[in-house]
């Protein structure tokens, strides 16, 4: 196999989980109500409309802003506020843009670029990396949170959700 393959590879099966985890995330949202997905227990718990604002700024500003080179924009602490200032509908319209727009952009990527290194978020912890890194820290991240969103649908409704094969009982 030939380097370029092993790069073509890399970044189709980043995409493709990007998508799966997306499908995953709709799957879910598609059995809420707005009040579910804004729904909390404790002030110290996450709702899925916060998982969702999170997820959207954080590749908003990992894959457009450290990759692409657009401005960073990203208002970290607004995504976890208590009461969010987006209405569900709109939380979802943005996020599905932005995973759409960072699947472009890891798409497209010139092989060559994988081994640059970037600092996609200057003021976090993470510091410089190469965006093959970036771009393995955020597909990770985007299916952590998508197990997070599942766990809490599960619970909201109170049933299996059988997102991948059905299970005998």
């Known amino acids: 196999m030939q380097p370029s393959q092993v790069t073509d590879a890399f970044l189709k099966a980043s995409v493709k989980q990007m998508e799966v985890a997306e499908r995953n995330i ?25 998982l969702l604002l999170h997820l959207e700024g954080n590749v908003r500003q990992w894959f457009l802003h450290g990759i692409d080179g657009q401005p960073d924009v990203r208002t ?5 506020a208590l009461s969010p200032a987006v209405q569900p509908g709109e939380i ?18 010139p092989p060559e670029r994988l081994l640059e290194t970037v600092n996609p978020q200057p003021t976090g912890n ?8 970036a771009i393995y820290r955020i597909v990770s991240h985007l299916e952590m949170h998508t197990g997070q969103i599942i766990l809490l649908t599960k619970q909201l409704k109170d049933c299996d959700l059988d997102l991948s094969i059905p299970r005998r009982r």
């Open 76 to 80: 970290r602490d607004s995504e976890f």
């Open 26 to 50: 709709n799957r879910c949202l598609d059995k809420l109500s707005d009040e579910q997905i804004c729904h909390r227990r404790a002030d110290y718990e996450n709702t899925i409309a916060n």
């Open 92 to 109: 979802r319209k943005r996020f599905a843009a932005t995973l759409a727009e960072g699947r472009s952009v890891i798409g497209s990527l």
């Open 126 to 133: 993470w510091g410089p990396m190469t965006i093959l890194a």
